[in-house]
């Protein structure tokens, strides 16, 4: 109601913007009617923005079989904004660093509303196709970056956060319980660290530690996933834990 009251929102081009973000990881392709089904708008809006956003080169249609999907030009929008965040310039180096040094999977996770997003991914040789690409969003209450994020916020913020941001089960693991949810993040506040096993894949214990700007709030963290079957919690925070730490405060938030 409040975007609809407002004279500046166009809701053409809101309409618009809903019809790309039907496309993810799940959703490679779709039909006109699978676009319809996934963005509830009706038929007729859907074929003429598909249409449109076709014809400005924002989406690929196969000739065959009248499926759309993101286009080249949603690289060069991930190129431009590269280049417009400077965080992404400062972490790069650091990350490539500690890479090079321990060769392991490292991130740099920054929020997005009420997830996280993986803005940068330097892969080791063990890691999966998907956990490589950049622009994966996860619900930041289950992950260790975004857990190690809200312990720098305000009480309230932390408290809203706990209280309405969305958790998802992704393994047998994952915890969901809002309290233990808390607890770690609180432990996190006091630690400087968050440390989660399976809470996303199995067998995958993650590492994250802020990315602390000058006002000692944090929306950037600096993370690692190592396999559970080499690494166990001792020996990670013996050996990559104090090299993340310099790692994420060389990089001025």
Known sequence: MEKKQNPLFVGTLAKGLRLLRAFDESHVSLSLAELVARTGLEK???????????HEGMLERDPGTRRYRPSHAWLELAYAYY?????????????VEFSRAYGETVNLAQISGDHIIY??????????????????????????SGRVMLATWSKEEVTHALENWPIRSATPKTITDREAIAEDIARAKNDGYSIT????????????VPVISIDGRANAAVQVSVSSLTYD??????????????TAGGIPG
């Open 197 to 208: 096993d399976g809470q996303m894949m199995l067998n995958e214990i993650s590492l994250a």
């Open 44 to 54: 007729s809006a859907v074929q003429r923005m598909a249409h449109t956003l076709h």
């Open 233 to 246: 919690e001792a020996r990670l925070k013996g050996e990559i834990l104090p090299a993340l730490l310099d």
């Open 119 to 144: 803005s940068l991914r330097l892969p080791n040789q063990r890691t999966q196709f998907a956990a490589s690409i950049v622009g994966r969003r996860l619900p930041a209450l289950g992950t260790a």
């Open 83 to 95: 280049w417009s965040d400077p965080l992404i310039s400062r972490a790069l180096p650091k990350l």
